[in-house]
Each structure stands twice: as structure tokens, then as C-alpha cells.
Nanobody
Framework: QVQLVESGGGLVQPGGSLRLSCTAS????????IGWFRQAPGKEREGVSC????????SYAESVKGRFTISRDAAKNTVYLQMNNVKPEDTAVYYC????????????????WGQGTQVTVSS
């Protein structure tokens, strides 16, 4: 059974930083594709970033390129989303998800989801 647990959400001022964590079992965290998604009130869920299990390649949505960074810590079975220079439009519930396929990660097609963590960007 794949279980994903997000943490690190909260209230942050515009221009500030926040780091989200996605903790999973050792195999999931280190070998599955892991993606971060978000859903704002009244909007559809959108892909934010992903990291491949095979070669650690990464992908980002245009809206977060240059501001967000995804990374893995194998020793801690955790995937992080470092969010810098956040904007009010980054406010959403953030979810991590896992894809067990061997293809390179994409911002769609995930089978397992966490419960989400709220990020609010406001002054």
C-alpha cells in the first residue's frame, strides 16, 4: 500500500519562502515518480512539479519555473518542494502523488495521492 504524507504548509507573506515535504515508504520515495499538484478554491487541480524515479529528472509548470525546486532525500524517504518568492496566486492545497511507472515523470497520470497541505500566501 502506497501512503504519502504531506507537511510544511502554512501562512507565508508574498515574496517569502516555504518548504513542503512528502514522506513515503522507502521504495515509493526513491523509485516512483513523485509529483506535486495544487488546487485553489474554485479551480481545477494543476500540476506544479515532478521528479522521476529513474534518473531524477525534473519538470515544472511555467507558473513556478525559477521559483520552486523539487528534490529528493533518499535517506529520509522524502521529496521536497522548495517554494521561493511566493505569490498570492500560489495559494492552494498542495498534494503530492506517486506514479509507479518507469517512464519519465509528467504532470499527469498519478495513481496514489496524499491528503494535502494548505499553503496561504497573504500579507
Amino acid at each position: 500500500q502506497v501512503q504519502l504524507v504531506e507537511s510544511g504548509g502554512g501562512l507565508v507573506q508574498p515574496g517569502g519562502s516555504l518548504r513542503l515535504s512528502c514522506t513515503a515508504s522507502e521504495f515509493t520515495a526513491n523509485f516512483y515518480n513523485i509529483g506535486w499538484f495544487r488546487q485553489a478554491p474554485g479551480k481545477e487541480r494543476e500540476g506544479v512539479s515532478c521528479i522521476s524515479g529513474s534518473d531524477r529528472s525534473t519538470s515544472y509548470a511555467e507558473s513556478v519555473k525559477g521559483r520552486f525546486t523539487i528534490s529528493r532525500d533518499a535517506a529520509k524517504n522524502t521529496v521536497y518542494l522548495q517554494m521561493n518568492n511566493v505569490k498570492p496566486e500560489d495559494t492552494a492545497v498542495y498534494y503530492c502523488a506517486a506514479d509507479p511507472s518507469s517512464r519519465l515523470c509528467a504532470l499527469h497520470g498519478y495513481d496514489y495521492w496524499g491528503q494535502g497541505t494548505q499553503v496561504t500566501v497573504s500579507s
